[in-house]
T-cell receptor
Framework: GQNIDQPTEMTATEGAIVQINCTYQTSGFNGLFWYQQHAGEAPTFLSYNVLDGLEEKGRFSSFLSRSKGYSYLLLKELQMKDSASYLC??????????????FGPGTRLSVLP | GAGVSQSPSNKVTEKGKDVELRCDPISGHTALYWYRQSLGQGLEFLIY????????KSGLPSDRFSAERTGGSVSTLTIQRTQQEDSAVYLC???????????????FGPGTRLLVL
């Protein structure tokens, strides 16, 4: 994931709002995904953006700006169970075919009571 | 089962031994990926299969690593002469053909935790 950057760790309080940023560089952008990964478990799909703007899904929203190579995941009304790593992944069709799905390093979010 | 399954869930082996990791993708998914995830790190791409096409092996870290996919379904990742640095979680994911359905996400299996002593 050398072309995708995310903060390593974030901390927030239960009930608050947190924004996790992701910046990327691609030669052929074709979609951005966010995944949630609890410790010791596999990543699970949260959201997908391919056009600029905000996609809302319950407490989670994801935003994309293709011109800026930027996305964020917004988590509202934080709950303790939201403590997990959040992975940003970009589909880059300019890469070797199999590597066209590139993951960032992940942001480890800790929700405190 | 409805999801991606992997076996074994945990594997402890001695340095120098060979190991085989298995992935059973979601039925009907033509794309299959193998990733490696070291503790606290992101996902490292290893290999990709799509239908009957030649696999993309560009992520395999050395010639000790190989993978095959039989009948377009089950895949096996083999690591020969294991080294301690091979210790990691090996994740398998499957999806529909990303060329035909780019919005389609990958579905991950639970992973195999490999420890090389």
């Amino acid at each position: 994931g050398q072309n995708i950057d995310q903060p390593t760790e974030m901390t927030a309080t239960e009930g608050a709002i947190v924004q996790i940023n992701c910046t990327y560089q691609t030669s052929g952008f074709n979609g951005l995904f966010w995944y949630q990964q609890h410790a010791g478990e596999a990543p699970t799909f949260l959201s997908y953006n391919v056009l600029d703007g905000l996609e809302e899904k319950g407490r989670f929203s994801s935003f994309l700006s293709r011109s800026k190579g930027y996305s964020y995941l917004l988590l509202k009304e934080l709950q303790m169970k939201d403590s997990a790593s959040y992975l940003c992944a970009v589909r880059d069709i300019g890469r070797n075919y199999g590597q066209n799905f590139v993951f960032g390093p992940g942001t480890r979010l800790s929700v405190l009571p | 089962g409805a999801g991606v399954s992997q076996s074994p869930s945990n594997k402890v082996t001695e340095k120098g031994k060979d190991v085989e990791l298995r992935c059973d993708p979601i039925s009907g998914h033509t794309a299959l990926y193998w990733y490696r995830q070291s503790l606290g790190q992101g996902l490292e791409f290893l290999i990709y299969f799509q239908g009957n096409s030649a696999p993309d092996k560009s992520g395999l870290p050395s010639d000790r690593f190989s993978a095959e996919r039989t009948g377009g379904s089950v895949s096996t990742l083999t690591i020969q002469r294991t080294q301690q640095e091979d210790s990691a979680v090996y994740l398998c994911a499957s999806s529909k053909n990303p060329l035909a359905e780019p919005k389609e996400t990958q579905y991950f299996g639970p992973g195999t935790r490999l420890l090389v002593l």
